[in-house]
């Protein structure tokens, strides 16, 4: 591509070829340069076993060929066809409670079946073929969002499947029944087939057994994507290859990215914002950021966004005007390669009719629809951008293996909520304008020293290594700040020797006697003692902190505590403590606050680092920086209901108005600005 992106999937099969000439006018009107094609078609592509029909989409890709606009092909493998199902009702998954998904939706797939593994390969190898050096072509979409709506089976199959994943893992069985800590409860195996994936059970289910099967089930579809992935390599050279994410907590949760992200040619994304939360906009910057780091800070894509309604949430809410322009350019703020929807013209038939679209049911003579081609003129005037990377001012280590351990049954209060936890304090660090990257547990050293600050939200599962890396990039000078229950747990689920927190218990300076859940509503106060941070202005300054869900007993050795618990289980005890470790800090916080209640917390850890706070900014007006050969780039989105004022480092052009933008940026209500300094 030669500018940004700009598109969306496009579904021509759902419309008779009369309309194609029309969408490809609208598209050049709107400044449409690629789409997605072909990701639901297999249908239409194969109706009967073995007979292709390729000459309604050779036409399609003529005709967006002969308009200017590129194509992300599809490989249709999210949706067999039904006479694949009726021949193989084996491929359709089945659930843990052992009820067998039906036909008439779609990513219904056993991932362990052979049959749809060779059905895939013979259509992703026919597309290959066919198009692989075609000149329209410029990447391949496989499958569509692996992991939703449903990425583990528990189908025999599936089982036999896991055991021979158990082997190579474990070779010996011994090793299987250390790990899995089968002497409790009687549970040993002896002998490998007597090992079923984790079905649903009486009562709580061994949970080293639960987090081997989800860690198996990725990897069962992560073995598809490869598979279609080498077959396009081959096929189709120089032509990346991906597959569209949800990196968003709150969209999929069984996908490991951080292993997946290492396999796509470039991460895409789909991001859809829930549209009843005031504050949207955060989790949208969230999962940017996510979306790049899973790439390693490299460019991305954003594959999926909607114009307005998401007809999957309990009520469609339509955005608000200019709500879709601050959507769309916040994700290339933070390093998207342009901005792409789901999708270009609203359907009449189907589940998602009450989806929005570049072009809605309303047709051209819409708000929509305005808004679309203004857009698509704002991305032709980023192409500057193009291949910067966004600047990061601090990390937070997030971790897929470790949430879904930490979620499992009977842990110490039914309240810990890893994703609640990252999303505070990326929300708090939002709050403050720092600009965050995600890094794993074990990311590299010299990718953890780039950040001077490093915050660690819930990292209940923490293997020695992960713990060993945390404690050398404090030795390193780095300033860590980390939450409670974390560094609990190794790879198995099982405790790490001595007290907790045991893979960060040096690094903390401290020991957490005793767990202290609180009740329903219970709220505790924490105070600053004498001498300590004093609180920043903000709201309720100088009060003490409320936590609530979790407090703890901790036993200091070596780390200071800065605020201790006022009242509740753990009254007169540290609450908030700072250890100085080698060169560095590192700061733990036991209780759970609110992303408010963080700012204190997170100003005296900032302090620690260097960072300098941004008073000068207001609160919810977004600064984002993308910086690289082309230039440096200021991405200011204002999400208040006032015209914003916001410092720039030197002069420079405006790009979507073409001004020239001097010391102080003016940023009117609900715009988006972006300034190449000069
Ligand atoms: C996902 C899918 C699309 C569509 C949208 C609707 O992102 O990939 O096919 O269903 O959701 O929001």
Request: net charge negative; glycine share 10%; aromatic share 10%.
């Amino acid at each position: 591509m030669e500018r940004l992106a700009f598109g969306g999937d496009y579904n021509p099969e759902q419309w008779p070829e009369e309309v194609w000439r029309e969408d490809v006018a609208l598209m050049r009107e709107a400044g449409v340069n690629l789409v997605s094609v072909g990701i639901f078609s297999w249908a239409r592509l194969e109706p009967r076993e073995g007979s292709l029909d390729f000459g309604w989409l050779d036409r399609v890709i003529e005709l967006l060929h002969a308009g200017g606009i590129r194509v992300g092909l599809g490989t249709p493998t999210v949706v067999p066809p039904a006479w694949f199902y009726r021949a193989h009702p084996e491929a359709l998954p089945v659930s843990r409670e052992g009820q067998r998904w039906a036909f008439g939706s779609r990513g219904a797939i056993c991932h362990s079946s052979p049959a749809y593994q060779e059905a895939a390969a013979r259509i992703t190898r026919a597309l290959g073929e066919r198009y692989g050096d075609h000149p329209a072509l410029a990447m391949w979409h496989v499958h569509n969002e692996y992991g939703v709506p449903v990425l583990e089976c528990y189908c025999e199959t599936s089982a036999a499947h896991f055991r021979s994943w158990l082997a190579e893992r474990y070779g010996a069985l011994k090793a299987l029944n250390d790990a899995w800590g089968t002497a409790f409860w009687g549970q040993a195996y002896g002998d490998w087939e007597e090992i079923q994936p984790p079905r649903a059970t009486p009562t709580a289910c061994n949970p080293a057994q639960r987090l081997d099967f989800a860690r198996f089930a990725g990897d069962s579809a992560l073995a598809n994507y490869r598979r279609e992935r080498e077959l396009l390599h081959e096929l189709s050279p120089g032509v990346p290859v991906t597959t569209n994410f949800m990196v968003s907590p709150r969209q999929c949760d069984t996908i490991d990215y951080w292993r997946w992200g290492q396999e796509v040619d470039i991460v895409a994304n789909d991001h859809y914002t829930m549209a009843e939360d005031d504050r949207n906009h955060i989790g949208l910057a969230m999962a940017a950021d996510l979306s790049r780091s899973v790439g390693g800070g490299r460019p991305w894509l954003l594959l999926e966004h909607a114009t307005s309604a998401v007809n999957w949430q309990p009520r469609g809410i339509a955005k608000a005007p200019g709500e879709m322009a601050r959507n769309s350019l916040a994700h290339v703020a933070r390093g998207s390669e342009g901005a792409m929807f789901f999708q270009w013209r609203a359907s009449r038939a189907g589940a998602e009719k009450f989806h929005s679209a570049m072009l809605p049911h309303a047709g051209t003579d819409s708000r929509i629809w305005r808004e679309v081609v203004e857009l698509g003129a704002y991305v032709e005037a980023l192409a500057p951008v193009r291949g910067t990377r966004t600047a990061a001012d601090a990390a937070i280590v997030f971790d897929w293996q470790s949430w879904w351990a930490q979620r499992l049954e009977w842990r110490p209060s039914q309240d810990l909520d890893t994703r609640e936890r990252a999303e505070a304090y990326y929300a708090a660090l939002f709050d403050r304008h720092v600009t965050v990257d995600f890094v794993p547990p074990d990311a590299e050293r010299e990718r953890l020293a780039g950040y001077p600050l490093l915050v660690v939200p819930a990292l209940y599962l923490t293997t020695a290594a992960a713990g060993a890396n945390l404690r050398r990039y404090v030795a390193d000078g780095g300033t860590l700040l980390v939450s409670y229950f974390s560094g609990i747990v190794d790879e198995h689920d099982a405790v790490h020797p001595g007290p907790h927190p045991g893979a960060l218990r040096e690094v903390l300076g401290l020991v957490v006697e005793e767990f202290q859940p609180l009740r329903s509503g219970q709220r505790v106060r924490l105070q600053a003692p004498m001498g300590a941070p004093p609180r920043p202005s903000g709201p309720g300054g100088g009060s003490p902190l409320t936590g609530d869900v979790w407090a703890e007993t901790l036993v200091t050795a070596g780390a200071e505590p800065v605020w201790t618990y006022a009242d509740g289980p753990a009254a007169g005890g540290p609450a908030i403590t700072r250890h100085r470790h080698g060169d560095g800090t590192a700061w733990y916080v036991s209780s759970r606050l609110s992303a408010e209640d963080l700012d204190p917390v997170l100003a005296a850890a900032s302090a620690d680092a260097g960072i300098a706070p941004r008073e000068d900014l207001p609160r919810d007006v977004e600064v984002v920086r993308r910086e690289g050969e082309s230039g440096s780039f200021v991405f200011v989105i204002n999400h208040t209901g006032a015209e914003a004022k916001v410092p720039l480092a030197r002069p420079g052009t405006e790009l979507l108005t073409a001004e020239r933008a001097d010391g102080r940026l003016a940023v009117p209500s609900g715009a988006v600005r972006v300034v190449r300094l000069d």
